[in-house]
């Protein structure tokens, strides 16, 4: 932080903390700077700082015994949700269901880069897997509790449950028993916080206690009991599973493409001990999601060696010292996959970092930094490689980083692309009918509205004489 030269004057009663004019340069030399990081590259490779120690305890061992003992319910993962086994960090096996799906979206994502979210379910639906896109859900409200502490434990934990509920019951709507969906997350904020909440309500009577008054109230309960899922499962992780089968539905070769991954950090430094590392991608030494499909899909996933750094979102930078932010995300991650990677994509899993190295690769140029790299999520490329268009699907318009370049190398005629996708506004600034995703029904609350379909048999055609 400093190095005790022109520090700024501490006034009295002022608290550091590293956020506003007290800040000061530390002044390193590179060769210092090099040696403040290289543990990075020298220690996390081998993700020393985890295997190397104790075995940590699997909270779902708790969960079972609390309902057990009749304190909770658990949202099982069945056969009908054609569940694939995966294995975590420490060899346990983690269940990811791949059909009948709720998806609890994200705010980000919705927000900020909307084809994110429409690649998932257009890759959903080429693989003709059954899911619920409905629109009773919440913000998980994470970002407040991250970047502005006024959140706590107690309400984040409220949301959580309330939101699980909602899955566990919505396919009562359709004549369906409940459990039928089980719900699946966006948003990697959302599914750190979400796994953090589920070990704090295991471990705390008291919370449980609190908890169970507000969902009460809310008639959020299940046999006067709490709902737990039995896994929280992060888009990403079905992507992962999935990858064979989404590669079976490729028709664009993206072989001449070098990829640099960027892993989140709510998605694998966050209860670590959950998340997905296999045998078969890096050699099991890192984070497999995001990883498993791009290589499977043919690019060339090229190392860096800042691949371990925050993107520089850091929920509070973001609000209270966003050139912190902007800095980080140039200086750490956006320069060295140009620069040493030859990155022709970034691809993400999370809808801050995707935001955070897209969105700010603009300001760089103001400080001679015009980086100018392509950023975008594991479903997005594959979505891209499988044939979806880059305007109405994956959305590429939305991105703040030129995205022609990579559309070139896979061999997209991106000015004919966006021509078509113009033409189409057009028709629809003039009162058109938008083209659906998805049959609209499965987008309407669970609640009063949903009109099931009507079933009906088709005969078969006359035979020919």
């Known amino acids: 932080m400093s190095n005790g030269e022109n520090e700024i004057p501490k006034q009295p009663g002022e608290r550091f903390t590293g956020h506003g004019a007290e800040w000061t340069d530390s002044k390193l030399s590179p060769e210092d700077a090099a040696v403040a990081t290289a543990w990075v590259e020298q220690k996390i490779d081998k993700r020393s700082l985890l295997t190397n120690k104790d075995r940590v305890e699997d909270v779902r061992d708790a969960m079972w015994q609390l309902e057990k003992e009749g304190q909770i ?62 629109t009773d859900q919440t913000s998980c409200t994470a970002w407040n509790y991250h970047g502005s502490g006024i959140g706590n434990v107690e309400s984040l934990a409220a949301v959580f449950l309330r939101n699980f509920h909602q899955a566990y019951v919505a396919s009562k709507a359709q004549g369906l028993p409940e459990g039928h969906f089980y719900p699946l997350v966006h948003c990697g904020t959302s599914f750190g916080n979400y796994k953090e909440i589920r070990g704090y309500l295991i471990h705390s009577a008291e919370l449980r206690e609190r908890v169970t008054k507000i969902l009460g109230k809310l008639g959020r309960l299940v046999d006067g009991k709490l709902l737990i ?21 490729q028709v664009i070769d993206a072989s001449g493409v070098r ?19 296999d045998d078969d991608v890096l050699d099991g030494n890192r984070v497999a999601v995001s990883t498993g499909v791009i290589e499977t899909l043919g690019a060339n996933v090229i190392d860096y060696k800042t ?34 990677a030859k990155s022709d994509v970034m691809i993400g899993h ?8 897209d969105k700010n690769q603009w ?50 005629d991106w000015q004919l692309k966006k021509r078509e996708f113009e033409a189409y506004v057009e028709t629809i600034s003039k009162g058109a009918t938008p083209d659906q995703l998805y049959d609209p029904r499965l987008r309407i609350t669970s609640g009063p509205g949903f009109k099931p379909v009507k079933r009906e048999v088709i005969p078969p055609p006359p035979a020919a004489e």
């Not at 140039?330 to 140009?338: L, P, T």
């Not at 999370?350 to 190295?357: F, H, K, N």
């Not at 499988?386 to 030129?402: E, L, M, N």
């Open 307 to 340: 691949w371990y750094d925050c993107c520089g979102f850091g929920f509070r930078h973001i609000i209270s010292e966003r050139e912190f932010t902007r800095s980080f995300a140039i200086d750490r991650k956006i320069k060295i996959a140009v620069e040493e």
């Open 259 to 277: 990829a640099t991954i960027h892993p989140a950090c709510h998605v694998y430094k966050m209860i670590p001990e959950d998340v997905i590392y």
């Open 363 to 412: 300001i760089g140029k103001a400080a001679g930094k015009g980086y100018e790299l392509p950023v975008m999520a594991d479903c997005q490329f594959a979505a891209l490689v499988c044939g979806a268009d880059p305007y109405r699907i994956v959305q590429t318009h939305w991105h703040a980083s030129p995205i022609e370049t990579l559309l070139e190398k896979l061999g997209i």
């Open 229 to 249: 899922p039995e896994e929280i499962v992060h888009y990403s992780e079905w992507v992962h599973v999935m990858r064979h089968q989404i590669a079976n539905h």
């Open 73 to 134: 319910v658990v949202h099982r993962i069945s056969d009908q949700h054609k569940p694939v086994d995966a294995k975590t960090l420490y060899g346990w096996t983690k269940r990811i269901p791949t059909n009948q799906l709720w998806h609890h979206k994200s705010c980000g994502q919705c927000g900020n880069i909307p084809g994110y979210p429409v690649s998932l379910l257009w890759l959903m639906n080429k693989m003709g897997v059954s899911y619920l896109d409905e």
């Open 350 to 357: 999370d809808t801050g970092c995707i935001t955070t190295l």
